[in-house]
């Protein structure tokens, strides 16, 4: 691993406004390069517009502008959204800056002097809105395969990139480098899409039907396809040129990630893979793709108008509870759901409560009963050593996820350690030691806690840095610190702290703008969410009602919620090498690596017949060695007198996805 750290998010088109799937993988490239700068290593963060191709050149023409007036235009709603999230790019690359085009050009014709690029004549049917030509067989009704729209049968003169002359190159380099392709399942993906030949690359499109591209140096009657075009981004904007001096350049290359969304594997892995191997550089050393945001249950689309404008959402909750909630709620990797009722309880149950609470009370009692100054230290007691424990535990496991890209699971780890300050309290009751007059140990209760808040605004930063700064403020800190998260005595005895108002106020109910938004999207979804707000509401205004119920054999849903279930898919099954009636499994949800899962399940099937199965597993459990095996979670199966099958999940079903 190089030492410096460069990350690129995919360059956007200009066809239309930023939405929250743009803002998602933005947030995470943004939440990873501060987390790196906060631990001193050099970090350069990579974003921008892609603003040649047929789909901007409609766009454009249907706004009735040039080209070039449009995506003049349209790149800026790109950066004031980024200014508003808070994002700390160091560059911003638009692809019809001379800086771009020049390089696209040189190396096209370098990559033509050196025989990679050729021309033939080439027969197919086109797509216009795929920009892309079709065989016979891929055709779906006659029609394009990814746009359903109509095809026709082109024949012309077009350049073409020797993609295939690198595929085995490609091969051996997946091979060689297992961390390259991410997470495990689009490794997998892309293993299968080279399983078949693969041919050469159009890159080249005629003016006459395309008249918005870079144009081919070598032969002015032709653009530059907008793929090879855009790909070039990554290299063009840290100083890259085919017979330039590469000292900036090698500064930053191999890219530590490039971060892209699912659809856009292939054409990353393998086109710009290849490019690169033609060029004589090697790869980004992860190319990490992330899954997908529906909303309210289905696509994202502006014919169901239900495109989630990221400003709404800054303006209803602000800025680091939108970075917040969307680094939270999914596992980088994994498809999720975005709603606007989620959005919500989220948003109260972590901000408002958790932290909210942890930080309002420790600041709060701090401040009445002990003069607003940060006590001194009460280093002996079990309870407080157990506490840093849990400290330690959290650290680490927000350290190692964060850098491996699992921003969910690292923010997990945190809340185990302010989860666990919000029950130190209730465990002190430093209201009864107020009240009994036992200073000295109300004094160490509220320094521990206050050392908490402290190492959850230095983690938490990254993530929400003006939240992070704020509470930082309050407990009278002017910098925050990493390497004293490690500790938890560490703020100055003496200086003072400050409650003031609470982090993040608690919603009642969905802000107004938002109720507005969904009934005007999707009336049905919007009293869907309507009805279930009251009925939380109702739920929680009736305490009395839900403790009466405790002495049944109900549980509550809250201890339903403890337990996390979640969607896996079998990527390996193996024989326990110590017991005949288990198996040991791998199973991928969504995480760092695939889980190690030992069931006892040899009885009704085979290794063999498992790989592949969607099934349920319950996520939260202690990892325990089983028969000298790690398990780190349980399968779900349906026994009476015996085993009588697994619990599986509808093929369409993501693995990752939280079942409840
Ligand atoms: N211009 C190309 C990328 C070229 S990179 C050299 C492109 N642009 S895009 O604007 O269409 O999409 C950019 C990114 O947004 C893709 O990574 C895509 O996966 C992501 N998303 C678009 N809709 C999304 C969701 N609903 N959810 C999450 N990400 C989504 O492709």
């Given at each position: 691993m190089s030492d410096n750290f460069y990350i690129t998010t995919p360059i956007y088109y200009v066809n239309d406004k930023p939405h929250l799937g743009h803002a998602y993988t933005t947030i995470a490239a943004d939440v990873i390069t501060r987390w790196h700068r906060l631990n001193g290593r050099p970090a350069y963060f990579l974003t921008g517009t892609d603003e040649h191709g047929q789909k901007v050149f409609e766009a454009a023409t249907k706004r009735g502008l040039t080209p070039t007036q449009h995506v003049d235009e349209l790149c800026e709603p790109f950066k004031a959204l980024w200014a508003r999230l808070d994002i700390q790019n160091d560059d911003f690359i638009r692809t019809t800056e001379p800086r771009h085009t020049k390089v696209v050009q040189d190396v096209l014709q370098n990559l033509f002097d050196k025989g990679d690029i050729y021309t033939a004549d080439y027969e197919g049917w086109y797509s216009t809105s795929a920009e892309r030509f079709w065989t016979e067989k891929d055709l779906v009704d006659g029609k394009?395969?990814?746009?359903g729209t109509q095809v026709e049968w082109i024949k012309e003169k077009n350049y073409f990139f020797r993609m295939s002359k690198y595929a085995d190159q490609l091969r051996d380099y997946i091979d060689a480098n297992?961390?390259?392709?991410?997470p495990v399942s689009r490794k997998n993906e892309v293993l299968g899409y080279l399983k078949k030949e693969v041919g050469d690359l159009c890159i080249s499109r005629p003016k006459s039907r395309l008249p918005w591209g870079i144009p081919f140096p070598m032969d002015t009657d032709y653009v530059t396809y907008v793929w090879f075009d855009a790909l070039l981004n990554y290299i063009s904007a840290i100083g890259?040129?085919?017979?330039?001096?590469k000292d900036t350049f090698n500064r930053w290359w191999p890219a530590s990630y490039h971060l892209v969304g699912k659809d856009i594997l292939t054409t990353h892995s393998v086109y710009w893979s290849t490019m690169l191997f033609a060029m004589g550089l090697r790869p980004a050393e992860c190319l990490y793709a992330h899954g997908w945001w529906t909303i309210e249950g289905n696509k994202m689309s502006k014919s169901i108008g239900?495109?989630?404008?990221p400003h709404l959402l800054i303006d209803c909750y602000g800025s680091d509870a939108v970075r917040y909630f969307l680094m939270r709620e999914?596992?980088?990797?994994a498809d999720g759901d975005f709603s606007h009722l989620g959005f919500m309880t989220r948003y109260n149950a972590d901000?408002?409560?958790d932290l909210g609470n942890l930080a309002h009370r420790a600041l709060s009692m701090t401040s009445k009963w002990l003069g607003g100054a940060v006590p001194a230290l009460d280093p002996n007691t079990a309870a407080d050593d157990a506490l840093q424990r849990v400290a330690d535990e959290a650290v680490d496991g927000f350290r190692s996820n964060i850098e491996g890209m699992q921003i969910s699971t690292a923010l997990e780890s945190l809340w185990s350690l302010v989860q666990a300050g919000n029950k130190y309290i209730d465990d002190m009751e430093p209201w009864k030691l107020n009240r009994e007059g036992d200073l000295a140990r109300l004094a160490g209760v509220m320094r521990r806690c206050l050392e908490i808040c402290r190492v959850a605004a230095v983690l938490l930063s990254p993530v929400a840095p003006n939240k992070g700064k704020e509470l930082g403020e309050k407990l009278g800190l002017t910098a925050l610190d990493v390497?004293?998260?490690?500790?938890?005595?560490?703020l100055v005895q003496g200086s003072s702290v400050e409650a003031g108002e609470p982090l993040f106020p608690r919603m009642a109910e969905l802000p107004e703008r938002i109720q507005s938004a969904l009934a005007g999207a999707l009336p049905e979804k919007a009293e869907e969410a309507a009805a279930k707000a009251d009925a939380k509401k109702q739920k929680q205004e009736a305490p009395v009602a839900e403790e009466a119920e405790q002495s049944n054999p109900f549980i509550q849903f809250e201890d339903f919620l403890k337990v996390q279930l979640k969607v896996g898919e079998i990527v390996e099954a193996d024989k326990h090498p110590n017991a005949d009636r288990l198996l040991a499994l791998k199973v991928e949800v969504g995480e760092e690596r695939p889980r190690s899962i030992v069931a006892g399940i040899a009885a009704k099937y085979a290794?063999?017949?498992?790989?592949?199965k969607k099934i349920v597993i319950v996520a939260n459990l202690k990892p325990r060695k089983l028969r000298g095996v790690m398990s780190e979670g349980m399968l779900l199966a349906a026994t009476g007198s015996e085993l009588e099958g697994l619990v599986t999940v509808d093929s369409g079903v993501n693995f990752g996805s939280t079942v409840g």
């Open positions: 394009c395969p990814d746009t297992p961390d390259f392709l991410r890259y040129h085919p017979s330039g001096s239900n495109v989630v404008d999914i596992l980088f990797g901000l408002a409560n390497d004293s998260v490690q500790s938890l005595d560490r290794p063999d017949d498992l790989v592949g």
